[in-house]
């Protein structure tokens, strides 16, 4: 239904845009003026006048509708029932309400909801016809609203410009919000989760057994049950296994990434960089679980062979393998990022290099590299976020158990892991267990931030630099 | 005028240079006599930058660029396959049109050729270099006391005569220079042209301008190229004084160009 509406409100508008630019040629063929703006514009200007408000009282109307509706019929329940309700059993009504309404009931029928249902019905169609009623009312008026104004000559061509603006800053509007919603909602399940754990035991205690917290009410726990609860909760582990893989992945992707990226910028002709960079690039285009299951299936069982021949215990879920598989993947990263600052050295800074008698490693080791370095650390950092906020492969490769260990041959794990562990089935939303999954996710947040913040002022030092 | 030295450094023979299809230099000959300043002038795009270009082997740099000919410096051929091209920039140095310093110290601008080259086997060694260096360049008594701040923080004609110093570090016999006061204001324009007063006398200069005044005022010997020909080539003072060739004429008294 909606849409039809919304079909009919883009049509409408269409035509006002070509009635709108033939009245404005119209009117200046006959008056032989010229007029504020060309043609073009007063059909955008009605069409935009047209549609707009029109779109916008349908989409509050849709957002809202629901709910008003459903405080009506609550509203209808309490008045009409001498029984009191408390709100989830009106909001289990309500359900059921709507089930019958949509014809997928199951359960005991009684009056109240039989009633409610005609009630919920009846409701329904008055909406959609005074929603009906409304758009219409208002497409007339403002059509009317703007048709006046522009047979008047008014400045369409600066109004068009403020409504492309106003459209504009909307859309950056919903991308700044929605940042700050996802914060707010990472933010608040973790003040939950930090009122029952401490925020320092969290972030300090070293023993990581969520599934050792058993659901119990926050409210009524012994110091007893605290001090065992705490142990569930301790990140350290988790932090110092996304840390250490981190770590080997940056062991593989740094040398490889940033020697490939001096080669592709400084040594390779146009000819192999044109095809060797996409094909390069194409690793990041990999989706991270081929990756996962290269590691989970290739890498690791390889690595335990291979030790087994030397007589070394290795894990065939190993942090080793779930590193270097994840350095392989931010390769590209890295490689690209640092051949393009190295590519904005200019070229004066080389010539001067070359003109003293340099080499070209020379040059390259003792110019070019250092001229760039900034804008190359600030890559590597970005790749280093990157890889401590990698899932899919450390999910499928690197293990569960969450231990302090530095040997890169046993099974270790990360935030991100835990995080997908916790919230995989069905889970209490309210027991500390699920929150902690919001607390690891607002640290890593912070992590990651503060990382690609220090990346970010790198680079625009670097870029300062030479502008 | 009297010439003192008229040793022939440079000696160009036949030198044609291609970018690719098009044709930079077509057939130039030209002596450049040793410690004296050679001016080289004409409109832009006549080839005078592919020329000095052409003598260090910076052009070397661009892939499509082809050079046949001979450039023999004291004698030496130096437009072949064996010569080292890393000796050759030691000894003929360059400074560019936009001041180019690294984004490294003031000292370690200047110490950076000597460094490369080992030319100084301990510190004091170096330390004496770079400051012969900057006071040659007539920047010592401006940097002496901040040599640890970058290079990038001075004004554009110290940075210009940073670059000088670090062409006259290591030493070279020949400096080149591209334009080199074409970014700079006059007061920092007639610096540079006093101090290449100072510096003919143990180097010899090519110049590369666009003034016709900054040739007449620093160069013994004048070259005016056009598209690509050398034109004609002499003392500077017959060049602006009765030039042979109607063309020069012309352009230095501003008919085109």
Redesign the interface.
């Known amino acids: 239904m909606n849409l039809a509406i919304l079909l009919l409100i883009v049509l409408f508008s269409t035509s006002c845009f070509f009635f709108g630019r033939k009245k404005i040629i119209n009117i200046t063929a006959a008056n032989k003026i010229r007029m504020n703006a060309l043609p073009d514009y007063y059909g955008y200007y009605l069409a935009l006048w047209c549609a707009i408000p029109a779109v916008l009282i349908l989409a509050f109307w849709t957002v809202f509708e629901p709910t008003i509706i459903k405080a009506f019929i609550i509203n209808n329940i309490t008045s009409s029932n001498l029984k009191e309700f408390n709100s989830d059993e009106l909001n289990l009504i309500y359900q059921q309400i709507k089930a019958l309404y949509l014809g997928n009931f199951t359960g005991t029928l009684t009056e109240e909801i039989r009633r409610g249902a005609e009630n919920y019905k009846s409701f329904l169609s008055i909406a959609e016809g005074s929603k009906i009623v409304i758009l219409i009312s208002i497409v007339i008026v403002t059509t009317l609203y703007s048709y006046k104004k522009l047979i008047n000559n008014n400045k369409a061509r600066e109004d068009v410009e403020k409504i492309f603006k106003a459209v504009l800053f909307t859309c950056s509007l919903v991308a700044i919000l929605t940042t700050i919603g996802i914060i707010f909602s990472l933010l608040f399940e973790s003040i939950k989760f930090f009122t029952t754990i401490n925020i320092f035991d969290f972030l300090f205690g070293t023993s990581w057994s969520p599934q050792r917290a058993f659901v119990r009410d926050a409210t009524t726990i012994t110091p007893e049950e605290y001090n065992e609860l705490k142990d569930a909760f301790g990140s350290v582990p988790l932090f110092a296994g996304t840390a250490f893989i981190a770590f080997i992945a940056m062991i593989v992707a740094v040398p490889i990434g940033l020697f490939s990226g001096i080669y592709l910028a400084e040594y390779a002709?146009?000819k192999v960089r044109k095809y060797s960079k996409p094909i390069i690039e194409i690793l990041a285009g990999i989706p991270t679980v081929v990756y996962g299951f290269f590691a989970a299936l290739t890498v690791g069982p390889f690595f335990r062979e291979f030790g087994e021949r030397f007589g070394l215990e290795v894990s065939s879920e190993s942090a080793l393998a779930a590193g270097l598989v994840m350095g392989v993947m931010i390769i590209p990263y890295v490689s690209s990022l640092s051949d393009d600052v190295i590519n904005a050295v200019?070229q004066?800074?080389?010539?001067?290099?070359?003109?003293?008698?340099?080499?070209k490693s020379?040059t390259i080791k003792?110019?070019v590299i250092?001229?760039a370095l900034p804008g190359i650390v600030g890559s590597v950092l970005l790749a280093v976020s990157r890889a401590i906020g990698e899932t899919m492969i450390v999910v499928m490769a690197a293990g569960l158990a969450a231990r302090l260990t530095i040997n890169p041959l046993e099974s270790t794990t990360t935030i991100t892991t835990q995080i997908v562990m916790i919230l995989i089935g069905d889970q209490e939303f309210d027991s500390p267990k699920t929150q902690s999954a919001f607390a690891l996710g607002l640290t890593l947040f912070f992590a990651t931030l503060i990382l690609n913040y220090i990346a970010l002022r790198f680079v625009k030092k670097y870029r300062e630099?030479y502008e | 005028m009297v010439m003192t030295n008229n040793k022939v450094k440079i000696k160009t023979e036949k030198l044609d240079v291609f970018y690719g299809q098009k044709q930079a230099l077509k057939n130039v000959n030209l002596e450049i006599f040793n410690r004296e300043v050679t001016a080289l002038i004409g409109p832009s795009g006549c080839g005078k930058s592919t020329y000095i270009r052409c003598i260090n082997r910076m052009n070397d740099v661009i892939e499509t660029c082809k050079i046949s000919g001979s450039i023999k410096i004291d004698g030496q051929e130096i437009n072949n396959k064996q010569i080292d091209v890393v000796r050759l920039r030691e000894r003929i140095g360059m400074v560019f049109q936009k001041p180019n310093p690294f984004p490294k110290s003031i000292y370690d601008n200047v110490a950076y050729g000597p460094q490369i080259h080992g030319l100084a086997d301990h510190k004091d060694k170096l330390d004496q270099i770079v400051q012969t260096s900057l006071k040659k360049s007539a920047l010592w008594e401006e940097v002496k006391d901040r040599l640890d701040e970058p290079g990038t923080s001075l004004s554009g004609g110290q940075q210009q005569r940073l670059c000088i110093a670090r062409a006259i570090s290591v030493n070279p016999e020949v400096i080149l220079m591209d334009e080199p006061c074409s970014a700079l204001d006059p007061i920092a324009t007639a610096k540079i042209e006093e101090l290449m007063e100072e510096l003919k006398k143990t180097f010899t200069i090519v110049i590369v301008t666009h003034s016709m005044a900054q040739a007449v005022r620093v160069s013994q010997r004048t070259g005016f190229f056009h598209l690509g020909n050398l034109i004609e080539v002499d003392t500077t003072d017959k060049m602006f004084k009765n030039p042979n060739n109607k063309m020069t004429q012309d352009y230095i008294t501003g008919r085109f160009g």
């Open positions: 002709s146009k200019p004066s800074l080389r010539d001067g290099s070359y003109a003293v008698g340099a080499t020379e003792k110019v250092p001229a630099k």
